[in-house]
């Protein structure tokens, strides 16, 4: 199982960041799979919402209407589309794997080695 993350980078606050990850050794359409992130000296947070109104529980109210996930199976990868960023939104952003019900970080046993989002205001 191996999860590769790109597409992260420094974007100023409004603009927009598109994550992939590449998932090899397994299906993503046999698994769960989202996106969470994690700020220094913060808890990790679930950022990965299927349309603006998900209420998910790895979707976070904060990110609620601006980032959306999808996955294509014929490419074996995951996106994060990130629309609107702010400052607050700087953390490094993982893909992870998890089995069906998985809903906390706890939950998801393979994680990426994660892409740094930094967001300048």
């Known amino acids: 199982v191996q999860l590769v993350e790109s597409g992260g980078g420094l974007v100023q606050a409004g603009g927009s960041l598109r994550l992939s990850c590449a998932a090899s050794g397994f299906s993503v359409d046999d698994y769960v799979m989202a996106w969470f992130r994690q700020a220094p000296g913060k808890e990790r947070e679930g950022v990965s919402c299927?349309?603006?109104?998900?209420?998910?529980?790895y979707c976070a109210r904060s990110v609620r209407g601006r980032f959306i996930t999808s996955t294509d199976g014929a490419k074996n990868m995951v996106y994060l589309q990130m629309d609107n960023l702010k400052p607050e939104d700087t953390a490094t952003y993982y893909c992870v794997r998890g089995v069906l019900g998985a809903t906390v970080a706890e939950d998801f046993e393979h994680w990426g080695q994660g892409t740094q989002v930094t967001v300048s205001s």
């Open positions: 299927v349309n603006k109104y998900d209420g998910a529980p």
